[in-house]
């Protein structure tokens, strides 16, 4: 089986390796400049690492926006005041998904590509 772009499949194994669900945002097609359907696109939806232990995995869910051909991390905004309340939640937390969460505002991917 030859592969020449991300599929779904890549999502779902990417979803093992990362060890967290991952939730993608997506129009069901791909519409050209005048607003024709030209294809469907079939990455929206939620992908669940079930060949992992639930203990093995993070709590809270990858979630990205797939767009004109590009991911995007989708994360809230942190104002002052959000910062001084995560301090006092983060030791109840587990640690892997405060860590987690911050890093996936860093990332913003665009042109995913499986070479």
């Known amino acids: 089986m030859f592969y020449e772009s991300l599929e779904e499949l890549h ?3 990417l979803a093992h390796v990362l060890h967290r669900s991952i939730i993608i945002v997506a129009d069901t097609i791909l519409k050209d400049a005048n607003g024709d359907a030209m294809a469907p696109i079939s990455f929206g939806g939620i992908y669940l690492p079930l060949e992992r232990s639930p203990e093995d995995c993070y709590r809270t869910p990858l979630l990205l926006t797939y767009d004109a051909a590009h991911f995007s991390a989708i994360v809230p905004m942190e104002s002052s005041t959000d910062c001084s309340e995560e301090k006092k939640t983060s030791d109840q937390s587990d ?4 860590v ?7 990332f913003e991917w665009s042109q ?3 070479v």
Do not use: P, S
């Open 100 to 106: 987690a969460a911050k890093l996936a505002g860093l």
């Open 95 to 98: 640690e892997k998904d405060v």
């Open 112 to 114: 995913v590509r499986v």
């Open 11 to 13: 999502v779902f194994v």
